[in-house]
Nanobody, 125 residues
């Protein structure tokens, strides 16, 4: 079992920056993919950025050049640095992980079998 706890979500103005954190607990050695997803009211959950155990990353087109995903394996923590925030980035942000070793770490939600409770990010114009 793996438990994920997100933190760092706040309200900011457009153009600002935030860093989200996700602490992983439990059988973290088994994780091969981790990622950040978000869900805005009335919309489906979408992949924002994912990273595999080798450090390879994939980003949604909407955040490329603005967001950076990283991980600190010693601290079992995943980060999402968000810069140049826009009102359309407003959403609940979720951390996700998977340990089933299906290969490529995609941004599809079905690829992940562990989820955190989410942290709210609100960007005002």
């Amino acid at each position: 079992q793996v438990q994920l706890v997100e933190s760092g979500g706040v309200s900011v103005q457009a153009g600002g920056s935030l860093r989200l954190s996700c602490a992983a607990y439990g059988f973290t050695y088994s994780i091969d993919c981790m990622g950040w997803f978000r869900q805005a009211p009335g919309k489906e959950r979408e992949g924002v950025a994912v990273i595999d155990s080798d450090g390879s990353t994939t980003y949604a087109d909407s955040v490329k050049g603005r967001f950076t995903i990283s991980q600190d394996n010693a601290k079992n923590t995943l980060y999402l640095q968000m810069n140049s925030l826009k009102p359309e980035d407003t959403a609940m942000y979720y951390c996700a992980a998977d340990n089933r070793r299906f290969g490529y770490c995609s941004t599809y939600t079905v690829r992940y079998n562990y989820w955190g409770q989410g942290t709210q990010v609100t960007v005002s114009s």
